[in-house]
């Protein structure tokens, strides 16, 4: 009895944590309730929301076992390529914004099947190979911008940047409906009811006539076609193409998706947790810069939760098993 209640203790930590984390910031800035920061919290949260819901694809489809289980760590890098090859054609070749970023979602779909292939084919640690995948990613990109950041110019990225719908950020409603439609797929279709069995029980989901190994395939490649959705807004929020973003943001993603899971009430990672797990560490990111924190603090808070959320994440896992 002790021990259950000290497991469950550990799994709502993070929840505490975090809660005090928002009390301090909400004493120490005046503003930090303000509509104009939560706005400001909702437009920052966009890039690390869209690479979350393909993480979460992920663990979904894989397990959510922090070790064993779905781990994509690419993603980010994804994001950062297509956003170089984006800001490249548009930039220095002079070609049209549909041929960059068919262009770039080639790069994406190349980057999910190779990931696709190391894990299922191989049978390499999700781990390991989608790590490796992003080193690799991470200097091609270099190679392509000669790491130099690239300015976008075009409309329709200044749009989705400065753009409002009904008087909301033209970023946040176009994220919203993303949202909406990655939740029906995997949650509302029998196609999502297959993948979520696949990662629930991967031999229970076999008896049942389920092929796993092409669910875990396919969630590869949402991951990537998350990443190349994501490029475009992060061209839009930075105006163009910044190599060495990719590293905060894998940071946030990984925070994001996991810390989602505390949230669920079977503390497993689930797409409404991880977008609104995108949402607090944005908010966290504001509070920071909001109260004068230093930018390397951040990342060692930041580094600091990852290790909770996780950690949480392991203890919630071992309770169930």
Known sequence: MNQTLSTKLLAVFPIAVFACL??????????????????????????????????????????????????????????????????????NQGN?????????????????????????????????????????VVGLTKVITSSRRIGVTDESIVFIRDGKIMGVAASVILTAVLVVIFYHALHRTRWGMNMQATGGSRDAAEISGILTRRFVVQSFLIAAFAG??????VLARGSGSSPGTEENMLLEMVLATFLGAAFSPRRVVTLWGAVLGAVVVSALSVGFISIGVNVFWTGCIKGALILLVVASAAVATKGRS
């Not at 779905?70 to 090859?85: F, Y």
């Not at 781990?127 to 995948?133: G, K, R, V």
């Not at 190349?228 to 807004?233: C, D, G, K, L, Y």
């Open 22 to 91: 928002f009390a301090y910031l909400s004493i120490e800035s005046s503003t930090f309730l303000s509509l104009g920061t939560f706005e400001l919290i909702l437009k920052q949260a966009v890039p690390t929301v869209i690479v979350s819901l393909g993480l979460a694809a992920v663990v979904i489809a894989g397990g959510d076992d922090v070790v064993a289980g779905g781990i994509d760590l690419s993603i980010p890098a994804t994001a950062i390529i297509c956003a170089a090859i984006i800001a490249d054609q548009l930039t």
């Open 96 to 136: 049209t914004l549909v041929f960059a970023m068919t262009l770039a979602f080639g790069a994406a779909a190349i980057i999910g099947a190779i990931n696709a292939f190391l894990v299922v084919g191989l049978r390499m640690t999700p781990l390991l190979a989608t790590l490796s995948m992003s080193v690799a």
């Open 228 to 233: 190349w959705i994501a490029s475009v807004f």
